[in-house]
T-cell receptor, first 112, second 115 residues
Framework: GQQLNQSPQSMFIQEGEDVSMNCTSS?????WLWYKQDPGEGPVLLIA?????ELTSNGRLTAQFGITRKDSFLNISASIPSDVGIYFC????????????FGTGTRLAVRP | DSGVTQTPKHLITATGQRVTLRCSPR?????VYWYQQSLDQGLQFLIQ???????AKGNILERFSAQQFPDLHSELNLSSLELGDSALYFC??????????????FGPGTRLTVL
């Protein structure tokens, strides 16, 4: 099945540093979402983007919907130990109730 | 807590067997989605039900089937299990958000191990 290209694959950073990750697709999506998954848990929605060019923040997290509709990025500022986990982007083609196509994931480790 | 429940949490079985995974959506959500997460394929969409009817199909094997019952809970049936079916199976549900896109909330998953 299709997976979106997400980079980097993993990151090991110092607490307090900023983090950037991105996601690209060969096809257009009308909605981009970013999820975080902790070990043994299901993905939890962090940010949803509905409009090309949109920039949305959720606390220390900022995400943007690329103007080509084929990419998105997520920034985490001033990382803390609880940011550890796997971050997934997901694209949604339809406007309502459509399946999610997930990225390959970025594994984040934070060194105190 | 997303409000989506899945049982069992863990399932260990042998090749050739059949298992049933259960999902209860968030209260009021009409859509249920099933996803499979494996190391080599990542998170992949399997199938979606809306108010009891199949709405969309993804990379679901013919050995797998699902249904959504009148009380909106859903079951994913996996039969003739193979070693490669070992994975995490997630259920997600969504309802009308009013924004034009239904946010999908994921359950904690069922970890299936086929020996």
């Amino acid at each position: 099945g299709q997976q979106l290209n997400q980079s980097p694959q993993s990151m090991f950073i110092q607490e307090g540093e900023d983090v950037s990750m991105n996601c690209t697709s060969s096809s257009i999506f009308n909605t981009w979402l970013w999820y975080k998954q902790d070990p043994g848990e299901g993905p939890v929605l962090l940010i949803a983007l509905y409009k090309a060019g949109e920039l949305t923040s959720n606390g220390r997290l900022t995400a943007q919907f690329g103007i080509t509709r084929k990419d998105s990025f997520l920034n985490i500022s001033a990382s803390i130990p609880s940011d550890v986990g796997i971050y997934f982007c997901a694209g949604q083609l339809g406007s309502s109730g459509d399946k999610l196509t997930f990225g390959t994931g970025t594994r984040l480790a934070v060194r105190p | 807590d997303s409000g989506v429940t899945q049982t069992p949490k863990h399932l260990i079985t042998a090749t050739g067997q059949r298992v049933t995974l259960r999902c209860s959506p968030r209260s009021g959500d009409l859509s249920v989605y099933w996803y499979q997460q494996s190391l080599d394929q990542g998170l992949q969409f399997l199938i979606q039900y809306y108010n009891g009817e199949e709405r969309a199909k993804g990379n679901i094997l013919e050995r797998f089937s699902a249904q959504q019952f009148p009380d909106l809970h859903s079951e994913l049936n996996l039969s003739s299990l193979e070693l490669g079916d070992s994975a995490l199976y997630f259920c997600a549900s969504s309802g009308v958000s009013g924004i034009g896109t239904d946010t999908q909330y994921f359950g904690p998953g069922t970890r299936l191990t086929v020996l």
